[in-house]
């Protein structure tokens, strides 16, 4: 490397050594990942108009399904995350899997840069998406952990709750029954 030129240091590849979790089980300390993260999966893959459910499908289930861990765990072990991608969940995001996830991205994105006018916001966001943060081939409540417990512990160790309303005319996420059964943790 020559001078004045930076390396992207990745995050070591045992998701479970990560100082953020601190010794606990993942879903006990949730990761959550950055804008930047949101933003360079976005460039990466060809997600326009698909909805999250289909994300899931085509660009989350296949990479992890070998080891059957979150998208964040594989990302990690594949140094395709960068240590700033993701970090402690601040927020917790409840949404509609119906949503197209670009849109949900960009609702994301605003919220963010309408939270950082307020003094008190945090220096960084790192949103608890169950779409990278869980292993979705075999999540906690399918392990010994009950569902409540795990919603609970998620919600209240983040901090915030962002639900996402697309559209404002009629927002998804109160005709989907799981995206209000989440309201009730908040």
């Known amino acids: 490397m020559g001078a004045g030129s930076s390396r992207v240091q990745t995050i070591p590849p045992l998701v479970e050594n990560l100082d953020i979790l601190q010794g606990q089980e993942p879903w006990q300390a949730p990761l959550g990942v ?15 108009d698909l909805s999250t459910e289909e994300v899931i499908t085509q660009f989350v289930l296949g990479p992890t399904s070998k080891e059957a861990v979150s998208y964040v765990e594989w990302a990690v072990v594949e140094h395709t ?7 402690k969940a601040s927020h917790f995001v ?56 795990f919603l609970r512990t998620t919600i209240r160790s983040s901090g915030t709750t962002v639900l996402v309303l697309l559209s404002w005319e009629s927002p998804i996420c109160f005709k989907n029954i799981w995206s209000l059964y989440l309201g009730t943790f908040a």
Request: glycine fraction near 2%; proline fraction near 5%.
């Open 81 to 87: 995350l960068r240590r700033e991608d993701v970090g």
């Open 34 to 48: 950055s804008l930047k993260f949101l933003a360079s999966f976005l460039e990466k893959n060809r997600t326009k």
């Open 94 to 149: 409840s949404y509609s899997p119906s949503m197209k996830f670009d849109e949900l991205c960009s609702a994301l994105s605003t919220f963010v840069e309408d939270e950082r006018l307020n003094e008190f916001s945090p220096a960084e966001f790192y949103f608890f998406l169950d779409v990278f943060c869980v292993n979705l081939h075999s999540p906690p409540w399918e392990n010994g952990v009950e569902l409540e417990e």
